[in-house]
């Protein structure tokens, strides 16, 4: 049973670029959230999503930040038109289904670094 | 408004010896709390947890006690290993909420 997968782990970006970043929940998994760790803090909360549903999106920037979790496929992260402070570990968790939101998996992280 | 709190950045122990990592939490209606542990360039690993409705969870070397009137959890770990060296997250959870509220860490160094 394959953990949660995060693609790519590294990611370098110029200002102004895109990022993008793929998460593929634990298999049975329909709950994924995304956390960001800036430089010696803790990992905050982003957003929440289900399939095809933002369920929460009270952690997310309002502008440029926005996230997807389609019917089929990952669960993608964008960043439009990034800034240097963006540079960051950005960890997806997974959880199963409702019910069980306190345990989430995380995936390896995506660390992000803008020039 | 960091809601839990690790005040320790670091720990130190001797291998063999207790390691006891503290965390302390503002928010009362936080009723599920975990402990993960993260190597360098790896995310988060689920450690261990307890529901409020209980004041102590074992599981091996790993016990978890919960203080809710004082806000206050703490991991031990008995005896201490090499391999435990690494930065301790705790983590709250509110039931209706859904996210979990981590602390800043805690980084453990067991001494060979």
């Known amino acids: 049973n394959a953990g949660v997968m995060q693609n790519p782990r590294h990611l370098v970006r110029r200002r102004g670029q895109e990022a993008r970043l793929r998460c593929s929940p634990m298999k049975g998994h329909s709950h994924v959230y995304w956390y960001r760790q800036l430089p010696e803090e803790g990992l905050k909360f982003m957003v929440y999503l289900q399939k095809e549903n933002i369920i929460d999106e009270s952690g997310m920037p309002k502008e440029r930040f926005s996230a997807e979790f389609p019917k089929e496929g990952p669960s993608i992260l964008r960043i439009q038109q990034v800034v240097r402070g963006d540079s960051a570990a950005y960890f997806c968790?997974?959880?199963?289904?409702?019910?069980?939101?306190?345990?989430?998996?995380f995936g390896p992280g995506t660390r992000l670094l803008v020039l | 408004d960091q809601q839990v709190k690790q005040n320790s950045p670091s720990l130190s122990v001797q291998e063999g010896r207790i390691s006891i990592l503290n965390c302390d939490y503002t928010?009362?209606?936080?009723?599920?709390f975990l402990w993960y542990k993260k190597y360098p360039a790896e995310g988060p690993t689920f450690l261990i947890s307890?529901?409020?409705?209980?004041d102590k969870n074992e599981d091996g070397r790993f016990t978890v006690f919960l203080n809710k009137s004082a806000k206050h959890l703490s991991l031990h770990i008995v005896p201490s290993q090499p391999g435990d060296s690494a930065v301790y997250f705790c983590?709250?959870?509110?039931?209706?909420?859904?996210?979990?509220?981590f602390g800043t860490g805690t980084r453990l160094t067991v001494i060979p």
């Open positions: 983590a709250a959870f509110r039931t209706g909420a859904n996210n979990l509220f």
């Open positions: 307890i529901s409020s409705i209980k």
């Open positions: 968790a997974s959880s199963p289904g409702s019910g069980r939101l306190e345990t989430q998996y």
């Open positions: 928010n009362s209606m936080f009723d599920y």
